[in-house]
């Protein structure tokens, strides 16, 4: 059984940090991309920041480049992959998922979710 466990979400003023983590157990993960992914409240679900397979390319959307860093620690069934984000902004407000398939930039291609973490930014 495959899970992910989102963790690190908070508040923040503007220009803070915050730094996710997301634990994931039952796959080889080493084999799949593992993403972030964010939502606020009334809009769809966006693309952040990817990984592919371990020690692989890292893709970030153009809102967070030069802010956020994807990392990933993987093991034989396990990974752990963080987000730190810098310069945090109120537009960065999201609910923030973790994700693992086989896709990098688009949610239909990840194939199994967390539950998210809040990330709430203040002016």
């Known amino acids: 059984q495959v899970q992910l466990v989102e963790s690190g979400g908070g508040w923040v003023q503007a220009g803070g940090s915050l730094r996710l983590s997301c634990a994931g157990s039952g796959r080889t993960f080493r084999h799949y991309a593992m993403g972030w992914f964010r939502q606020a409240p009334g809009a769809e679900r966006e693309f952040v920041a990817a990984?592919?397979?371990?020690?692989?390319?890292?893709?970030?959307a153009d809102s967070v480049k030069g802010r956020f860093t994807i990392s990933r620690d993987d093991a034989e069934n396990s990974v752990t992959v963080y987000l730190q984000m810098n310069n945090l902004q109120p537009g960065d407000t999201a609910l923030y998922y973790c994700?693992?398939?086989?896709?990098?930039?688009?949610?239909?291609?990840?194939?199994?979710w967390g539950q998210g973490t809040q990330v709430t930014v203040s002016s």
């Open positions: 994700a693992s398939g086989n896709g990098v930039l688009v949610a239909r291609a990840y194939d199994y």
């Open positions: 990984k592919d397979w371990s020690g692989g390319r890292t893709y970030y």
